[in-house]
């Protein structure tokens, strides 16, 4: 018996070698079939569902995908238990998490037409984002001042944690992590704390920027500032997010274009309204910390650097989409001579290949040159040997006792 599921199109990267990697935030049939309301769908597995194709074949292995239609943020069925395409199925709501690698059959496109899309769409439409409230200073209370930024080794993905001198969080940009064909089997740091006065600062839409709120709960008792969602639909897990936000006053939003949110040691800036490009239609963040001089730092989460109008030096970096490629002729900031460190956060064998080789190279001749990899390194601390390290170290270990 084919078991059938309802994928959103999260995330569509294409490789230099002309590979297509496709991310299917997933719900069974069943699931929605039997979906009596919003809260009861959210309430059910979050099925990731990733597949990789040639791109010049796309529409022989996509059934009824319509010329020229973009892929990414449209909803398919997919029938595991097929014989045509190999996929990873990872159910991201199971405590042991392991993907597995399994047979699908052809996914086809969902029309606008089709019965079955005008239920999917009741249920996974975006919310009026006219009822979301804007994320306005007063919102977020900052108790001190930040000493450093972490860049957490989450494998694959992202999550970054401006920490305080004491070696305790402030907030947090990105609640990301390793999921799909990337969660492989290896050590991750899985050890979070949430003072009730952090908040959450979401880079934008693609899962492997939030879905660690899966596994940590607590997280969403935090506010989040979000950059602006799509117009119509969102995945099954976005939904599952935004609901539990909402439900308890949390989420903020911060939509306008080029609209900014500034503190004395921070500022948010949003680069756009919602595009096509996820990546570029998001909220990327400065840090300025004020013990280590004027030590400025960036995290742009996926955006393209071009799209980020710099006002100051930079002396710290994470790399901008897991040192991927972000767009043709990126204008690459430059690093401060005399003090910079740059961070890649990806996982082990990613499937897209990050950090590219050229893009590091581009890195470094805009003179970013202490390179560290969460890969290789673990979690990195920007800068490096503050006090706000150290105590966090400690705050760990006594954590673990
Ligand atoms: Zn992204
Ligand atoms: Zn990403």
């Known amino acids: 018996m084919k078991e059938v599921y309802y994928g959103f199109s999260d995330q569509v990267l294409t490789d230099s070698g002309g590979k297509m990697h496709i991310r299917f935030d997933s719900v069974s049939e069943d699931d929605i079939n039997n979906a009596s ?23 022989e292995y996509i059934l009824d995908l319509p010329k020229r239609k973009r892929i990414e943020n449209r909803w398919f069925k997919i029938s595991r238990n097929g014989d045509d395409l190999n996929a990873i199925f990872h159910n991201c709501n199971r405590a042991q998490n392991i993907p597995e690698n399994i047979k699908i059959c052809n996914p086809r496109y969902l029309a606008p037409t089709e019965d079955i899309f005008k239920k999917i769409l009741k249920i996974f439409k975006c919310p009026d984002q006219k009822t979301i409230p804007k994320a306005l200073e007063n919102e977020i209370s900052i108790t001190s001042d930040p000493a450093c930024v972490k860049c957490v080794n989450v494998g694959q993905g992202n999550c970054n944690i401006i920490l305080n001198e004491e070696g305790c969080p402030l907030y947090y940009y990105d609640f990301g992590c390793r999921i799909g064909r990337d969660a492989k089997s290896y050590p991750i740091n899985d050890d979070f704390c ?16 939030f879905i660690n709120f899966k596994k940590h709960p607590d997280v969403l008792k935090l506010k989040w500032i979000v950059p602006p969602l ?52 998001g909220l990327v963040m400065f840090i300025k910390l004020p013990h280590e001089g004027s030590f400025n730092v960036l995290l742009p989460g996926d955006a393209s650097y071009k ?19 972000t767009c043709k002729n990126d204008k690459f900031p430059s690093a401060c001579p005399t ?28 003179g970013w040159r202490n390179r560290y990899d969460t890969l290789v390194n673990g979690d990195i601390y920007i800068p490096q040997g503050t006090n706000a390290e150290k105590n966090h170290k400690v705050i760990k270990v006594y954590k673990q006792i």
Not at 41 to 57: G, M, Y
Not at 232 to 260: A, C, P, V, W
Not at 269 to 275: F, P, R, V
Not at 339 to 366: T, W
């Open 37 to 59: 309301s919003i809260d009861k769908i959210i309430e059910k597995d979050s099925i990731i569902i990733d597949i990789t194709v040639e791109k010049e074949k796309i529409h």
């Open 194 to 209: 949430f003072p009730s006065t952090a908040f959450v600062v979401l880079s934008h839409w693609h899962l492997d920027h």
């Open 230 to 281: 799509g117009q119509y639909s969102i995945g099954k897990t976005h939904l599952e997010l935004i609901y539990n936000l909402m439900e308890n006053n949390n989420l903020f939003l911060l939509d306008n274009q080029r609209q900014r949110l500034n503190t004395k040691h921070f500022e948010i800036l949003s680069l756009k309204k919602w595009g096509t490009n996820k990546n570029n239609s």
């Open 307 to 325: 799209h980020i109008p710099l006002g100051f030096n930079l002396n710290g970096l994470v790399a901008s989409h897991h040192g991927g490629r």
């Open 339 to 366: 003090r910079n460190i740059i961070a890649y956060s990806y996982g082990k064998d990613n499937i897209y290949k990050h950090p590219i080789q050229k893009v590091v190279e581009n890195l470094e001749n805009a």
